[in-house]
Nanobody, 125 residues
C-alpha cells in the first residue's frame, strides 16, 4: 500500500515557476514508477510526465516538454515536478500517481495503482 500527498500548488502569473512535491508513504517507494497527471475543469485527466523507479528514465508530454522536469529522491520517498514558463493552459489539478515496475513509462492513467488527492495549480494571464 502506498499513500501519496501532493503539495506546492498555488497561483502564479504566466511565465512563472512552481515546484510540486509528492511525498509517499511505504517502504517500497523506490520500486514504483511515479507519474504526474493533471485535470482541468471540464476536461479528462491528462498525462504530464513519468519517471522510472531508478530515476534514470523519464517521459514527458509534448505540451510540457522543455518546460517541466520530473525528478525523484528515493531516500526521501518524494517525487518532484518543476514547472517553468507556466502558461494559463497549465491551469489544472495536478495528481501524482504510483505504478508497479510493469507500468514502465506508460502515459495511461488506468495503469497506475495509487493516486494522491491532487493540488491546484492556477496560472493567470
Amino acid at each position: 500500500q502506498v499513500q501519496l500527498v501532493e503539495s506546492g500548488g498555488g497561483l502564479v502569473h504566466a511565465g512563472g515557476s512552481l515546484r510540486l512535491s509528492c511525498a509517499a508513504s511505504g517502504r517500497t517507494f523506490s520500486s514504483y514508477a511515479m507519474a504526474w497527471f493533471r485535470q482541468a475543469p471540464g476536461k479528462e485527466r491528462e498525462f504530464v510526465t513519468v519517471i522510472s523507479w531508478s530515476g534514470g528514465r523519464a517521459l514527458l508530454a509534448d505540451s510540457v516538454r522543455g518546460r517541466f522536469t520530473i525528478s525523484r529522491d528515493n531516500a526521501k520517498n518524494t517525487v518532484y515536478l518543476q514547472m517553468n514558463s507556466l502558461k494559463p493552459e497549465d491551469t489544472a489539478v495536478y495528481y501524482c500517481a504510483a505504478g508497479s515496475v510493469s507500468v514502465g513509462l506508460s502515459p495511461q492513467a488506468q495503469r497506475y495503482d495509487y493516486w494522491g488527492q491532487g493540488t491546484q495549480v492556477t496560472v493567470s494571464s
